[in-house]
């Protein structure tokens, strides 16, 4: 039985006060992780179901094997798949159209507390980072045979780090001597470019952007963001949890552009933690929620 810890969902009661319009409808959950927010929800509202999305099979594994699941399972479909192919996923199980998506988006904490996950700066094992093991690009192919120029472009537009073009020279330098393999020697790399400012890791932007690009995140949440005015019943809502600047701009600007599809933006000020639930758990600190509504017709 599985019931380690996994990941402390943010911002519970917010999601489920704009998510649920019926209370006996089907939802999805694009970023299942621990079930955090799925397991609330089920909690909450009784006669829910929900479609539960993750491309980790760890995810999928925690599913399974919690017993904290256990009263719920009847009411979850798991689908272990990317959330980009969530329109194609629904049609197999032929549901299509759901009362409300939900997507908590990045990394959770096990996957980055898991140092053979290879997410972290202070892992000492393999560069990975692939969510879905079954991809065949890791972090490591990525630093080990990109050239200067595109690790350079990677940085920069992934991670917004203005070393960028430094950190991608000293990469390709030290490749002369052997490959670079675990996360801990590329920290030590780029912390010899960059100084610490004390309260940041030096490595945090280029991990970050490793990490994206590895994992297509902002393609793949703009065809899952591009696909909810044809899985959204009428009067329901998408309600998306962002971390970075680079997702919440697809987020936002995707949202506008979707108005023309019969989506309505709910909020127009972006909604954050309470100072209460930062200080519990500064995770949510950084997460920013955008609400949108499919209208009739
Ligand atoms: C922040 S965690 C979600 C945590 C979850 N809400 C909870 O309460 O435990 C994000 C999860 O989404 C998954 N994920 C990220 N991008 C995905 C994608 N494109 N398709 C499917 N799953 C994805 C990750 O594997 C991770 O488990």
């Known amino acids: 039985m599985d019931n380690i810890f996994y990941h402390q969902p943010v911002m519970v009661n917010e999601v489920a006060d704009f998510l649920i319009t019926a209370e ?17 929800l089920l909690e909450k509202y009784k006669k829910i179901k929900i479609i539960a999305f993750d491309q980790d099979s760890d995810s999928f594994n925690h599913f399974n094997s919690n017993e904290k699941f256990a009263d719920v399972k009847d009411r979850i479909v798991f689908v272990r798949d ?18 409300g998506l939900f997507a908590d988006l990045g990394v959770s904490s096990k996957q980055l507390d898991d140092m053979k ?15 879905d093991r079954s991809c065949k690009l890791s972090a490591y192919d990525v630093i080990n045979t990109y050239s200067k120029e595109k690790l350079q472009d990677i940085f920069f537009k992934y991670g917004e780090e203005s070393f960028s073009k430094q950190i991608a ?13 675990t996360c801990d020697q590329l920290a030590d790399i780029i912390g010899s470019v960059k100084w610490s400012n004390g309260k940041i890791n030096p490595a945090t932007k280029v991990f970050q952007a490793l990490r994206i690009y590895v994992n297509d995140e902002l393609s793949s949440l703009q065809e899952m963001l591009d696909s909810i ?3 959204l019943s009428d009067n329901s809502r998408a309600v998306i949890l962002t971390y ?5 701009r697809i987020v936002k600007q995707s949202f506008k552009s979707l108005q023309n599809q019969g989506l309505k933006i709910v909020n127009k000020k972006i909604i954050g933690a309470s100072e209460e639930e930062i200080k519990n758990n500064p995770r949510s600190r950084s997460a920013k929620m955008r609400v949108a509504e499919k209208q009739n017709g």
């Open 24 to 40: 006996d409808g089907f939802y999805i959950d694009c970023t299942f992780g621990g079930g955090g927010h799925s397991l609330y």
């Open 169 to 181: 020279g000293k990469i390709i330098d030290y490749r002369i001597k052997g490959s670079i393999k």
């Open 229 to 231: 005015p044809e899985i």
């Open 117 to 131: 996950r290879g997410f972290s700066f202070r892992s000492d094992e393999i560069l990975d980072m692939r969510m």
């Open 244 to 248: 970075h600047s680079l997702e919440d």
């Open 82 to 99: 990317n959330f980009r192919n969530i329109q194609k996923r629904l049609s197999d199980i032929k549901i299509h159209k759901v009362n």
